[in-house]
């Protein structure tokens, strides 16, 4: 496994929209070990395949540091409630905003096998699932961002 480069705002990558994963490859295998990698390496809580330069369809989602999920070519099959919160982005770096998202979602992908398996996800793993997803299609949180982009406190990027 090997550290991938995360793509910043403005990179063009990140505004183009990921196609479907057909079948599990060794480099497919390669890249999600590596997208894991790279986003515990970065402390975030999800990544997205066109973060690193790859358009595929795939997201890893940890918000826990101990439950490693991984969705491929995943689709929203359900979204209920409200949650208003703080949200940041890999490819967005010192920055927070607030977006409104679901409470709750429903996702339907394959698995590591290429099995459909269907997840849901409340609070924080909502709020990120729908994140990724939005990568997936090209689209950045900070499009949905209510009020200004904020830094993130210089005491909280400590470490
Ligand atoms: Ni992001």
Redesign the pocket.
């Known amino acids: 496994m090997a550290i991938r480069t995360i793509r910043e705002i403005g990179d063009p990558v990140l505004n183009k929209v990921s196609k479907e994963v057909k079948e599990i490859t060794p480099r497919v295998k390669e890249l999600i070990g590596d997208m894991f990698e790279t986003m515990y390496e970065a402390n975030g809580v999800?990544?997205?395949a066109p973060?690193v330069g790859i358009l595929k369809r795939i997201v890893v989602i940890d918000t826990t540091g101990e439950d490693p999920l991984l969705l491929i070519n995943p689709k929203l099959i359900e979204a209920d409630g409200e949650q208003k919160g703080n949200e940041?982005?890999?490819?967005?770096p010192g920055k927070v905003g607030i977006v409104t998202r679901p409470n709750h979602v429903k996702v339907s992908a394959q698995n590591e096998n290429f099995e459909t398996v269907e997840i849901e996800g409340d609070e924080l793993l909502a709020r990120a699932i729908c994140?990724?997803l939005e990568?997936l299609d090209g689209h950045?949180?900070v499009e949905k961002v209510e009020g200004e982009l904020m830094d993130v406190e210089a005491e909280e990027e400590e470490d």
């Open positions: 999800g990544l997205a973060q940041g982005c890999l490819s967005v994140h990724e990568h950045l949180y």
